[in-house]
């Protein structure tokens, strides 16, 4: 099977699980403290654990700047499982959200160059981004509304994202530069452990203000930051040129516009409500005799 085929199939494998685990993760609140001794909250971890996992396959068999803009589905995934929660439809508003993003997305696939298996950072490149990451993360996770927390998980996820190919790279002795040593491989491992888990609670904790409007932040901040490191650091590129990079710029504009319906407020779009029957007058009491 095709690489980008398998990519791409792992790719909605991982979305579905990030979505499922968002939903569940909007459900709860309270400090971590408490989170930790709720089974509903290690359901949502699982099923980021699951999502990771299969983001990793994902990233074995295509580029990150194919693998990365698919995570927008999560978005698209979620909407029905919120909806469904609320016990609600959703709104025509919500499905041309869905529906641009899942267009913009289509056109990004179009354009993307070729998977490249073993395409890595070098460990000075990684540390690198490590270290720029983390910075960034400290600033925006001081935003207000939740948002600033939820770009701050969209980065430290993408990071984790590019740290796990240098990873795998170097788990199978293809890392630029020759084989990494066993400490620089754990070193690796840590700091991917740690920007995944910094991202599940900056996640969290942005999902206190709603649903919609972070987990599209998250997955605007993710393919974008993604895209910086693919394009500048792993010498990842577009098809067709000139042409290839305007068709992603437009594909792109064309999810981000999605995205930003999909985080208007919604009006369920099913039948009113009936008024309420008038109360019938009880009768009187009889009086005292």
Do not use: K
């Amino acid at each position: 099977m095709n690489g980008i085929v398998v990519a791409v199939l792992l790719s909605l494998v991982s979305a579905a699980g990030y979505a499922l685990a968002a939903v569940i993760q909007s459900r709860l609140s309270g400090s971590m403290r408490a989170l930790l001794a709720r089974p509903l909250w290690w359901w949502a971890v699982g099923l980021n654990a699951a999502g990771a996992l299969a983001h990793v396959g994902a990233l074995h068999y295509g580029p990150l700047t194919l693998v990365q803009p698919l995570g927008a589905l999560t978005l698209v995934a979620a909407l029905p499982l919120a909806a469904r929660r609320e016990r609600r439809r959703v709104t025509r508003a919500e499905w041309r959200g869905a529906l641009s993003t899942l267009a913009g997305l289509l056109g990004l696939i179009a354009v993307t160059g070729p998977a490249t298996p073993g395409d890595a950072l070098s460990l000075p490149e990684a540390m690198a981004v490590a270290a720029a990451t983390a910075l960034l993360i400290a600033a925006l996770a001081r935003g207000r509304h939740g948002l600033g927390q939820a770009t701050a998980s969209g980065v430290a996820s993408a990071a984790a994202s590019a740290l796990t190919q240098t990873l795998t790279s170097s788990l199978a002795l293809r890392q630029p530069g020759g084989a990494a040593l066993w400490w620089q491989t754990a070193v690796l491992a840590v700091v991917i452990s740690a920007f995944a888990a910094g991202g599940l609670v900056l996640s969290q904790s942005a999902y206190r203000v709603g649903l919609a409007a972070p987990l599209a932040v998250v997955n605007l901040a993710n393919p974008a930051a993604a895209a910086v490191i693919g394009v500048s650091l792993l010498g990842e590129t577009f098809r067709a040129g000139a042409w290839g990079w305007l068709i992603a710029a437009v594909s792109a504009a064309l999810a981000a516009r999605g995205v930003l319906l999909l985080t208007l407020p919604t009006t369920p779009t099913g039948p009113r409500p009936t008024s309420a029957p008038p109360q019938r007058a009880e009768p009187a009491a009889a009086p005292a005799r």
